[in-house]
């Protein structure tokens, strides 16, 4: 088993920025892919940004919605959201993931999840 716990959320005005953090029970380059997914009350749970580093390869996708905003990294036990220029459309809970095990990075099916982080941006 896997533990993530999610980290760094709140409550920021439009254009702010923060910084989410996922601390992992197992060392991160053991885990695949990584990846941040967000919901939005009353919407569908959506890939943001993922990343694999692993064989002196290192693989990162992001969603449109917040390419050239976000960026996604990690070091040996904590996967890192850096969001910037953030918008009221960003405004929701924000879940850490790893080990994936079919599909897309960005939707496919994660073995382990955390418990999530609040994100709320203000107009």
């Known amino acids: 088993q896997v533990q993530l716990v999610e980290s760094g959320g709140g409550s920021v005005q439009a254009g702010g920025s923060l910084r989410l953090s996922c601390a992992s029970s197992?060392?991160?380059?053991?885990?695949?892919?990584m990846a941040w997914f967000r919901q939005a009350p009353g919407k569908e749970r959506e890939g943001v940004a993922a990343?694999?580093?692993?064989?002196?390869?290192?693989k990162i996708s992001y969603a449109d919605s917040v390419k050239g905003r976000f960026t996604i990294s990690r070091d040996n036990f904590r996967l890192y959201l850096q969001m910037n220029n953030l918008k009221p459309e960003d405004t929701a809970m924000y879940y850490c993931?790893?080990?994936?095990?079919?599909?897309?990075?960005?939707?496919?099916?994660?073995?382990?999840w955390g418990q999530g982080t609040q994100v709320t941006v203000s107009s």
């Open positions: 990343i694999y580093t692993g064989g002196g390869d290192s």
């Open positions: 197992r060392y991160t380059l053991l885990l695949n892919y």
């Open positions: 993931a790893a080990d994936v095990s079919g599909g897309d990075p960005l939707s496919g099916t994660y073995n382990y």
